[in-house]
């Protein structure tokens, strides 16, 4: 079993920044995968940015060049540090990780982007 633990999250203005944080109950380092996903109000959950078994990343076409994700094994925590916010960025973002076929999420942490 894995508890994942978001914070950072909160009100910002279009154009800033935020930083989230992921803190895993456990090592990560041979985690299948990691990293964030979003939902919007009325819209499905999506992908934002992720860790994939082999370490390369994929982000969603929408934050390209905007949003990086990282990790400290160290700390057995991700980061997603997003820039250049726009209103659409909006969600409530979700930690994400998979062990083999288990997937583990956590509680999610409010993004709000004013314009």
């Known amino acids: 079993q894995v508890q994942l633990a978001e914070s950072g999250g909160g009100l910002v203005q279009a154009g800033g920044s935020l930083r989230l944080s992921c803190a895993a109950s456990r090592s990560i380092f041979n985690f299948n995968a990691m990293g964030w996903y979003r939902q919007a109000p009325g819209k499905q959950r999506e992908l934002v940015a992720v860790?994939?078994?082999?370490?390369?990343?994929n982000y969603a076409d929408s934050v390209k060049g905007r949003f990086t994700i990282s990790r400290d094994n160290a700390k057995n925590t991700v980061y997603l540090q997003m820039s250049s916010l726009d209103p659409g960025d909006t969600a409530v973002y979700y930690c994400?990780?998979?062990?083999?076929?288990?997937?583990?999420w956590g509680q999610g942490t409010q993004v709000t982007v004013s314009s």
């Open positions: 994400y990780a998979r062990i083999l076929l288990t997937t583990y």
């Open positions: 860790f994939t078994s082999t370490g390369n990343t």
